[in-house]
């Protein structure tokens, strides 16, 4: 109910605007940008829990001229962590603690051919680039063992399991490793199809799907205990390759400055 009341509240707003700027329509000869503008947006769904900015990515459009844009966008996200679980006290003291960290870094380049279309409507069609780089260290201190992992996170849970064993008890506590967070490089080629609706002459809204593919190459997973390494791969993949379309999760909304 409050997404279908918040889309509401949206389509009457942008009827507002659109009615305000129709009736100065006649001192604005083009709601369009000129050259030397630039846009910038978000993604918003308002069907799906009001998500917003879902591409987890900041855009900027550099208008060249009326009938090209050059496309730039970036994302930076640090994930870290901290646990400790310490008893300095008694005779048998425990020490541990487990740190995490994980940073992935985007960049997508492109450009776009803007058609014709009309006063308010603006299709184009083009291309774009990314790649993008994420890296994961966890750092495991267990009394004087510490185990350093790069590529990756380790979790570490336990569940019961039938004994095999039957020395009396029914099930047994077992220890289950997983591993998340795995570092990777990835990068991709895109061919963009979509347009932008000038509801007033700085405001517009629209939507984006694409066409194209992309490649991403996990990293190695390396394992260093108390000065011992070892590589072990065997709990992922080495690469992922996906062709497909694809499109925008919502609505496009930009301003032009």
Known sequence: ?????????????????????????????????????????????????????????????????????????????????????????????????????????????????????????????????AISDKSSKQEITNGQTKTTIKGAWRNYSYVYVPNYNNNGSSYVLQSVQSSDEYAYTSYGLNLISGFDFYVSQHFFIGGEFNLGFSQTNYKDVTVTQTGSTSNNNSDQKNNVFQFGTSSYNGIRIGYIF
């Not at 949206?10 to 709601?31: L, P």
């Open 1 to 129: 109910m409050k997404n279908i009341l918040l889309t509401l509240v949206a389509c009457i707003a942008t009827s507002f605007i659109y009615a305000q700027s129709s009736n100065d329509a006649s001192e604005n000869s083009t709601f369009k940008p000129s050259g030397n503008s630039w846009s910038t947006e978000l993604n918003i769904n308002p069907f799906s829990a009001l998500s917003l900015n879902t591409l987890n990515q900041i855009k900027f459009r550099k208008f060249v001229s009326e009938k090209t844009a050059l496309r730039i966008g970036f994302n930076i996200n640090r994930i870290s962590s901290d646990e400790e679980d310490n008893n300095p006290y008694g005779s048998s003291p425990t020490i541990y603690r487990d740190e995490k960290s994980s940073t992935t870094l985007g960049l997508s380049l492109g450009l776009e051919k803007l058609f014709k279309g009309t006063k308010r409507l603006s299709p184009y069609m083009g291309f774009d680039f």
